[in-house]
């Protein structure tokens, strides 16, 4: 599947390239998305690595200090997603899928495993840049208006959040980890206790876009995160639903 028919033309229009500290990888079996968004991403200044399959991302991942995955589904056979969920018990890099699924389905399901964002073929490269800056931000920084409080953790029901080190340590000290997103979330929720929060507000946080059908990956965000931390995922005390409106933090929180 290629890229729209403006992508060829904008790739060359972005004027005079500049130097980033990140270096990102290209993974797809069709070499020409290789080739353009390598392309692009060095035009912009980007250290870039391509691979066609599992083994060239694993060598690319083993050889440098890499920033970001762009991971398309399909790979000559590979499972894409097997190849993401790998990624994410070695690694806590940023992975933004490319590729033609373009399902909610297959939207919900990549972003469940713990991708960052998801772009459907054909795709429009202006678009891909905006999201792969988004992204790099998000992973790099602090959320929106906390830069004053990086340090500080927070208390809630005996669960212990450190800002700094994106750690959750559980009321027994043991450590658990969080994806981005994850950390976007709780986060989110940590600041806003006992306010109920629309699914488009947290999808807006979590992912830095307008809200659309992929409000319900929220669900299965929030899903994710009550099975670290609530005691009954089935009761749970923590999160709670407000049926028609979207989730409300229960918990006390208290700032460290």
């Known amino acids: 599947m290629a890229p729209d028919q403006n992508t060829q033309s904008e790739s060359a229009a972005y004027g005079e390239p500049r130097a980033h500290p990140h270096h990102i990888v290209v993974v797809d079996d069709d070499g020409a998305i290789r080739r353009l968004l390598r392309s692009v991403f060095e035009h912009e200044g980007y250290a870039v690595s391509d691979a066609r399959n599992r083994a060239e991302l694993v060598r690319c991942l ?26 994410r018990t070695v690694k806590d890099v940023p992975i933004i899928m490319v590729t033609a699924k373009a399902s909610d389905v297959d939207r919900i399901v990549g972003l469940e495993i713990g991708a960052d964002d998801y772009i459907v073929k054909p795709f429009n490269v202006r678009e891909v840049l905006a999201r792969v800056r988004a992204v790099l931000r998000r992973t790099e920084s602090p959320p929106r208006g906390l830069a004053q409080d990086r340090r500080n953790g927070f208390r809630f029901d005996g669960w212990l959040l450190d800002v700094s080190a994106r750690a959750l340590m559980a009321p027994d000290g043991a450590a658990h980890d969080l994806t981005a997103a994850e950390f976007r979330l709780l986060h989110a929720f940590i600041q806003r206790p006992q306010r109920v929060l629309s699914r488009a507000l947290l999808l807006d946080i979590v992912s830095g876009q307008d809200a659309d059908p992929l409000e319900r990956a929220v669900d299965t965000l929030v899903g994710r995160l009550r ?19 979207g989730y409300v933090f229960a918990a006390k929180v208290t700032p460290q």
């Open 62 to 87: 083993d050889a440098h200090d890499v920033s970001l995955v762009t991971l398309d589904l399909t790979l000559g056979g590979e499972d894409g997603l097997a190849i993401a969920r790998e990624i």
């Open 227 to 245: 099975k670290k931390i609530e005691q009954n995922t089935a009761a749970p005390k923590i999160i709670k639903t407000v049926r028609g409106a």
